[in-house]
């Protein structure tokens, strides 16, 4: 079956690091996508990953191992307009979005 | 570029009506477009995929009856909710995607709100 799992809510302070995991076990796999959505706005891309490996850009790392059905979102440098709810998602082969129920991150001064 | 715009943006109707929500690709021809709902605080549930010129498929639950999907187009791609009732009401996004990529570029949503 399809299965992504991702923690329902996390809490950080500002300016500090924070991982946000997701297992994932999917019948085909093309990619994984982790968005951003704010609250009544629509998701937003962040990163893809396809190969195994960590891809940074900026303050923001995705991490993907294949062989564990496991990726994870790095956040640094944490700031409130991070406060959001974070979507991880697997592209299988006929390029649909298998959605996990989402990450709230909320952001303490 | 990768632009998806959706209209209305918001749009509140009565119960029994019929409401029709555009989504278009700006600056892409999009293959593929894609069809969410959103209930508050839950994730996106897909409804539909559609292909410029053939019907849509509709995910298992979802009612191709009440929620026609129209993809006319390579860049237009359009949800009509029939008969709309109160539980109805929510957040309806679409995505699109272009040949050769991999990524869904998400247009802004619809919130609809049936009384």
């Known amino acids: 079956g399809q299965n992504i799992d991702q923690p329902t809510e996390m809490t950080a302070t500002e300016g500090a690091i924070v991982q946000i995991n997701c297992t994932y076990q999917t019948s085909g796999f093309n990619g994984l996508f982790w968005y951003q959505q704010h609250a009544g706005e629509a998701p937003t891309f962040l990163s893809y990953?396809?190969l195994d490996g960590l891809e940074e850009k900026g303050r923001f790392s995705s991490f993907l191992s294949r062989s564990k059905g496991y990726s994870y979102l790095l956040l640094k440098e944490l700031q409130m307009k991070d406060s959001a709810s974070y979507l991880c998602a697997v592209s299988e082969s006929n390029y649909q979005l298998i959605w996990g129920a989402g990450t709230k991150l909320i952001i303490k001064p | 570029g990768a632009v998806v715009s959706q209209h209305p943006s918001w749009v509140i109707c009565k119960s029994g009506t019929s409401v029709k929500i555009e989504c278009r690709s700006l600056?892409?021809?999009?293959?593929?477009m894609f069809w969410y709902r959103q209930f508050p605080k839950q994730s996106l549930m897909l409804m539909a995929t559609s292909n410029e010129g053939s019907k849509a498929t509709y995910e298992q639950g979802v009612e191709k009856d009440k929620f026609l999907i129209n993809h006319a187009s390579l860049t237009l791609s359009t949800l009509t909710v029939t008969s709309a009732h109160p539980e109805d009401s929510s957040f309806y996004i679409c995505?699109?995607?272009?040949?050769?990529?991999?990524?869904?570029?998400f247009g802004p949503g619809t919130r609809l709100t049936v009384t």
């Open positions: 990953n396809v």
């Open positions: 600056d892409f021809q999009a293959t593929t």
């Open positions: 995505s699109a995607r272009g040949t050769s990529d991999y990524e869904q570029y």
